[in-house]
């Protein structure tokens, strides 16, 4: 997974220690060229979103507290922006890169994000946030390693890989993105890719010659530490490896109870990391599976990822049937997430072990059920809605209308429950309390399993079960090692509870993760307002780009499209930048 020749890795560890000596945290610097590029992953030509030529994306591999400078070249045909999904922005939700937040890139412009991963550790991804780009690509990992201060809590791996599974259809972005405005059910996906590849052979009545699929290569006894993704539009997928345990260790930042499983259940926006230690006798290859959940049509068992799992000393290829799997077992799945436990002896960020936090201890201050409902008609079109209201974006974003204190923007009335009143657009918002303690039920009424993600925050998942929540259904929650992650799964006809401390102000986007879902309305905004001046808040950054109400504020940024005059970073960032190029100037004549 990794490329590039000696050279560039020996200058990227020498560049990482220079801006280390001098600033106190390191800065780590990437220049992104979004584009589009072509590709055959199902076999035919399709037009994919690529970053520097590759897709997926190049992977971010940094450490607690690193600072992230990422220029973003704009190369595609429409607006873009990127968001860090799990990366928490503390204080800083001008770099998290949805509408709510940021003006859009333009296309042929440039913009850099700059950010922290402050004390977090684990497995992320990020993608583009608009028009239903991330169906085309542009996606790929963010690893956050430990401190060397703060040991694993499991022994080293001999190699990381990162994963990618997605459904996938051979239609644009742009066509897919047009049947859902007209309210065109997406149908069964053409495919189901894994890192950018379309499925092995593995029966070829199903699947046509020619495709180019993923091999990994291992070494037989070693451990290697696999992240898995699901970056897909809309579809649940499950993950197997032929013959060999899945032992997790860990979930969008949170160290877990070390449990094996021969399979798991991955849905849209989620991220897992497995320990899997190759210990077969390699008599073949091992197919590596990502197939689809919860359906029952004839065509979906014709869609599966596959990719190879090669031993060095594999004698021969692999063939037959794919391991078997009860496509539509709702019970299953549930007590399978219920089985996932925070580790809460395990250090991870901070020395202190994770389970410092007691959560189950803590009085909630505001509680919120939220419910969801199949498509429906507003305004004579399908929409969808969160407690009936489905999202109406503003054309000015919601963070620069709180700084520049415009008013009618957007409206802090967001309902704690479904209101007796016909669904409606808005742009309505939940009014967090800073430092509050929120309770947050999510309530699936549509027939498809959601799957819902908060931006600036992990937030502890202590509930699920079929039916209608209630007041009683608290005395169900796990109050003591429940994980922390952002992004949840919520069963057709069932309810997922949530608590999350609101200690990280700002203004942080609630979504839906299944894209058509998402595009179709299912979102709000939680505001996260500190009454008190607060020094360590990030100010609006100097590169902010208006548009909206504020576009008689934006200056022209045409000499942007180059990376030489696109890096717009803070006074020390600058610093450090110099004194980099000085010594790497210094370097290069030794």
Not at 304 to 314: D, F, M, P, R, T
Request: aromatic share 14%; charged share 15%.
């Amino acid at each position: 997974m990794v490329s590039g020749s000696p050279y560039l890795q020996v200058s990227f560890f020498f560049f990482l220690f220079v801006v280390s000596s001098f600033a106190g945290d390191p800065y780590v610097f990437y220049d992104w060229t979004v584009s589009y590029i072509t590709a055959s992953p199902l076999g035919d030509k399709q037009q994919v979103i690529g970053i520097n030529g590759q897709f997926p994306g190049p992977i971010l591999n940094v450490t607690t507290n690193w600072n992230v400078v990422v220029n973003v070249k704009n190369d595609l045909d429409e607006p873009l922006l990127f968001t860090w999904n799990g990366i928490q922005h503390r204080k800083n939700s001008w770099q998290d890169g949805v509408s709510g937040t940021n003006c859009p890139i333009p296309a042929g412009w440039n913009w850099t994000y700059e950010f922290q991963v402050k004390d977090q550790i684990g497995s992320f991804f990020y993608f583009p946030s608009l028009n239903f780009q991330r169906a085309a690509g542009g996606y790929g990992g963010i690893i956050i390693n430990n401190r060397a201060v703060i040991p694993l809590p499991f022994g080293m791996p001999d190699g990381d890989i990162s994963i990618f599974i997605s459904d996938s259809y051979t239609k644009s972005h742009k066509g897919l993105r047009k049947d859902v405005e007209n309210g065109v059910d997406l149908g069964v996906p053409d495919g189901i890719l894994i890192n950018g590849y379309g499925p092995y052979r593995y029966d070829p009545t199903l699947v046509k010659d020619g495709i180019v699929y993923q091999i990994i290569n291992v070494e037989p006894g070693k451990t290697y530490r696999f992240r898995v993704h699901n970056v897909g539009i809309s579809t649940s997928l499950n993950f197997r490896i032929q013959n060999h345990n899945l032992l997790l260790v860990e979930t969008e930042g949170s160290y877990t109870i070390q449990q094996n499983y021969s399979n798991m259940d991955i849905h849209v926006g989620q991220s897992y990391s497995f320990l899997v230690t190759m210990d077969q006798n390699a008599s073949t290859d091992y197919y590596i599976v990502a197939s689809p959940r919860f359906v029952n049509s004839s065509d979906w068992s014709k869609v599966n990822g596959v990719a190879i799992l090669h031993y060095s000393n594999s004698q021969g290829p692999a063939s037959g049937p794919l391991p078997i799997l009860n496509d539509y077992d709702t019970y299953f799945s549930m007590n399978q997430a219920r089985s996932i436990r925070w580790n809460i002896s395990a250090g991870a960020a901070r020395p202190n072990p994770q389970g410092s936090f007691k959560y189950g201890d803590i009085t909630v201050t505001d509680v919120y059920v939220i419910l969801n409902r199949p498509v429906e008609l507003i305004d004579g079109k399908k929409r969808t809605t969160l407690n009936g209201i489905s999202y109406l974006p503003p054309s000015t974003p919601l963070k620069l209308a709180q700084q520049f204190k415009i008013p009618g923007v957007y409206k802090l009335d967001f309902p704690n429950k479904l209101m007796n009143r016909p669904p409606k657009l808005d742009t309505s918002v939940i009014n967090g309390t800073f430092k509050g303690f929120m309770e947050i039920i999510f309530q699936n009424n549509d027939t498809t399993v959601q799957s819902y993600h908060l931006d600036g925050y992990a937030f502890f998942v202590v509930g699920m079960d079929f039916g209608v929540w209630t007041g009683n259904s608290r005395s169900t929650y796990n109050k003591w090692d429940g994980v922390a992650r952002s992004t949840t799964q919520v069963f057709p006809g069932a309810w997922t509870a949530i608590l999350v401390s609101l200690d990280n102000a700002g203004i942080w986007n609630l979504r839906a993760q299944n894209l058509d879902s998402w595009y179709l309305g299912q979102e709000t905004y939680v505001s996260v307002v500190n009454p008190e001046a607060d020094q360590s808040e990030v100010l609006l950054p100097e590169n902010s780009i208006y548009c909206g109400i504020l576009s008689s504020l934006q200056k022209d940024q045409a000499q942007r499209v180059n990376f030489s005059g696109a890096i717009s970073i803070s006074g020390s960032s600058k610093t450090v930048f110099i004194m980099l190029i000085i010594a790497l100037i210094g370097h290069s004549f030794r």
